[in-house]
């Protein structure tokens, strides 16, 4: 059986093996040296097409068969050889493999039928919409790779007859009203500037279920795609220009030049095309072009992923905290640039020690960002994250507070914890006379590093378990922050922070935002006990302690990144038995965005 590996396979020595790397893997095969040999005799065959034969003999020893074998099974093990078995279309001849190298060279990397895919493509009616500027590069690109039957309807037609004469394009002089325009098309790349640009387009062409647009929103800062197919999309592309807006501004990012900007995102709106006709493309891909130096980023949006709605949640639910590694990858996407909802600063100015520190700013928000700390810098990440993200669920009421967490059960509890602080009574407990070394640092630098002396007093809700401590001015009584836990310490630890991490930000950051009431405990709980304390304030509300019990529905779904690894939302006591809608008698959805998201 003839073998032939997929472009782009390549091999280097390492310490006890060799290292490969293909199109979208990387791996190490462990061995002897003589593996490098039949790596260097066999890669190069694989290249061109060769079978298990043809490779042993020229290692020229049937001894080499077994490692030979075992090379080939890594390989496909790892989708590294190309499978004829599965190929439904014939290799194209010398001819046109000459002229299409480059776009047949991807398909075969990419794709596990790359010569129907090619078919496809070469079949394809491309229209493209716009100013020549934006697209005469994608077109030419999409002939390049070798697009059939190209369209091209440009705002200025005058500019584009040579480029149309030369590619053997269709040249539509009345735009894309006249007769016939979209009848037949497989393919549309739509560039215009202003706001949405996906949505006008998609309305006014009225597609077919399953013909891709990519929709390029040209300006200062350019978005290109993500592909909207059968009217599912728009809105995500849409989000997503007004999003990148948003990151543009806050970073300061310049206009991009033109016509450079015009031409590079239309180049790669013909990319995506090229991807979407072919089968190669990831769902939800995009590019924004910005900035002075003309740069382009890849992104990665929630478009094409199906949209799960949240249901609504109250106390009775229960899950287990996820581990602080797995909460830095759930952190990323939400602070990913331009596509994320918060910005995750530098920060290097902010002290490490004895608390350390994390700033989150919030793009399209006026206004500092936000503070968050802990004990160590990948817990502030998470704490931070978390207190951008209440900051997004909306201001907080008499009767609703925003909270977040990474379990639902967390974002409950913190938004009742939050708002059980304005029903906490003194406790009767002694606050120890000597609080845990790390507390005593903290309560030191403020004494004497901010001249703040510090006590603290204990509250309690009657009935639950977990103390509130508050922190007040040791003379004037005047209050300076909470700190809820399970233990004395633990709550008296997270108030004197709180203090310390406000004192700091004041210093450092003006006007960013340090929460009042620390709930980072809930993090750190074990379940048992998240558990027990789901059931004290259930027991009180039926007593009559307190209002309700904690209930919301969170907001999960996001139009620009889909469906949200957190927690947050708009958290209230409610005094009815049940779970209650706080934002909206309708479940959110991708076709509306939602507040968090403006």
């Not at 075969?108 to 009616?125: N, T």
């Not at 929103?217 to 995500?236: E, I, Q, Y």
């Not at 590694?325 to 020690?353: H, I, K, N």
């Not at 006591?573 to 959110?588: D, Q, V």
């Amino acid at each position: 059986m003839t073998m032939r590996s997929r472009p782009y396979l390549h091999y280097a020595p390492v310490s006890g093996g060799v290292y490969f790397s293909g199109p979208h893997t990387q791996f190490v095969i462990l061995g002897p040296q003589v593996l490098l040999t039949v790596a260097d005799v066999c890669v190069p065959l694989l290249e061109t097409g060769t079978t298990e034969d043809e490779m042993v003999a020229a290692l020229g020893s049937e001894r080499a068969r077994p490692a030979v074998r075992r090379l080939t099974d890594e390989l496909r093990a790892r989708d590294l050889l190309l499978d004829p078995e599965r190929f439904t279309a014939a290799a194209p001849d010398a001819e046109t493999r000459e002229r299409f190298g480059e776009a047949l060279a991807h398909l075969e990397a990419f794709s596990d039928d790359p010569y129907a895919a090619f078919g496809a493509l070469r079949a394809a009616r491309v229209l493209l919409y716009g100013p020549c500027a934006a697209v005469l590069p994608a077109a030419r690109g999409l002939a390049r790779a070798g697009a059939g039957r190209l369209v091209l309807a440009p705002t200025d037609p005058q500019d584009a007859v040579a480029t149309a004469r030369r590619l053997g394009a269709t040249l539509l002089t009345d735009g894309v009203t006249g007769p016939g325009a979209v009848t037949g098309v497989d393919a549309v790349i739509w560039c215009a500037e202003g706001t949405g640009v996906a949505e006008a387009a998609a309305r006014l062409l009225g597609l077919p279920a399953g013909v891709p647009l990519v929709p390029v929103r040209l300006g200062a800062t350019a978005l290109v795609g993500p592909v909207v197919t059968g009217g599912s999309g728009a809105d995500t592309a849409d989000a997503l220009a007004a999003r990148a807006d948003d990151w543009a501004a806050a970073r300061g990012t310049g206009p991009a030049p033109m016509p450079g900007a015009d031409a590079l995102a239309g180049a790669l709106a013909g990319q995506l095309v090229f991807e979407a006709l072919t089968g190669v493309g990831t769902a939800g891909g995009a590019h924004v072009v910005h900035g002075e130096d003309l740069s382009a980023d890849v992104l990665r949006t929630g478009a094409g992923a199906a949209a799960t709605e949240p249901a609504p949640a109250s106390a009775e639910a229960g899950s287990a905290p996820a581990a602080d590694p797995a909460l830095q990858r759930v952190v990323a996407p939400l602070s990913a640039p331009w596509t994320g909802l918060f910005e995750l600063a530098e920060g290097g100015d902010l002290p490490q020690l004895p608390l350390a520190l994390r700033e989150a700013r919030l793009p399209g928000r006026a206004g500092a960002g936000v503070i968050g700390w802990a004990g160590d810098q990948q817990a502030a990440t998470v704490a931070v994250a978390l207190d951008a993200l209440r900051r997004l669920a909306g201001p907080d009421g008499a009767s609703a507070v925003g909270a977040a967490g990474t379990t639902e059960d967390q974002w409950l509890l913190d938004g009742a914890l939050r708002l059980l602080t304005e029903h906490a009574v003194p406790s009767e407990r002694p606050v120890p006379e000597r609080l845990l070394p790390g507390t005593q640092v903290v309560r030191r630098a403020l004494a004497e590093e901010h001249g703040l002396p510090v006590t603290v007093r204990l509250l309690e809700v009657p009935g639950a378990g977990w103390v509130l401590a508050r922190a007040v001015h040791a003379e004037t009584g005047e209050l300076y922050g909470h700190g809820w836990g399970p233990t004395v310490q633990e709550a008296a630890h997270g108030c004197l922070a709180t203090v310390l991490a406000r004192r700091i930000a004041d210093r450092l950051r003006p006007g960013a935002g340090v929460a009042d009431v620390h709930t980072g405990a809930l993090r750190t709980a074990g379940p048992d006990a998240l558990a027990r304390l789901r059931a004290e304030i259930a027991a009180c509300a039926g007593a009559g302690v307190l209002p309700g019990e904690p209930a919301g529905t969170p907001l999960r779904s996001d139009p620009v990144l889909g469906t949200l690894p957190v927690f947050f939302g708009a958290v209230s006591l409610n005094p009815a038995p049940g779970p209650a809608h706080l934002a909206s008698s309708e479940a959110p959805a991708h076709a509306e965005e939602p507040a968090h998201a403006r």
